[in-house]
Nanobody, 124 residues
Framework: QVQLVESGGGLVQPGESLSLTCAAS????????MGWYRRLQGNQRELVAT???????TYGDSVKGRFTISRANAGNSVYLQMNNLSPEDTAVYYC??????????????????WGQGTQVTVSS
């Protein structure tokens, strides 16, 4: 199977920065795209940022110019640099891996995976 492990959440003050890391592990052959989504108060899920195998990035409107997504580790890790954070960024952030090709008992399987979520709180 494939696991996504997130790290880097926490409590910061408005205007400060925070970075999130997500590492995928398992018998992975390739990952089409990785990204971050967040669940806001009221249970609404929102796109934060995604990056695909060509390093094409997509950002949610509310984070453009403040957040930067990047990939490393042969595409199996994704980082999110968050600058100039505001209380409106407070949410649980979830890592997503889309189009994961991995091996199970020697057979290739394609599936999507989610991390367990990490809390980001911005408050003075």
């Amino acid at each position: 199977q494939v696991q996504l492990v997130e790290s880097g959440g926490g409590l910061v003050q408005p205007g400060e920065s925070l970075s999130l890391t997500c590492a995928a592990s398992g018998s992975i052959f390739s990952i089409d795209a990785m990204g971050w989504y967040r669940r806001l108060q009221g249970n609404q899920r929102e796109l934060v940022a995604t990056i695909d195998w060509r390093n094409t990035t997509t950002y949610g409107d509310s984070v453009k110019g403040r957040f930067t997504i990047s990939r490393a580790n042969a595409g199996n890790s994704v980082y999110l640099q968050m600058n100039n954070l505001s209380p409106e960024d407070t949410a649980v952030y979830y890592c997503n891996a889309d189009g994961v090709i991995y091996y199970n008992d020697g057979y290739p399987i394609t599936n999507d995976f989610w991390g367990q979520g990490t809390q980001v709180t911005v408050s003075s």
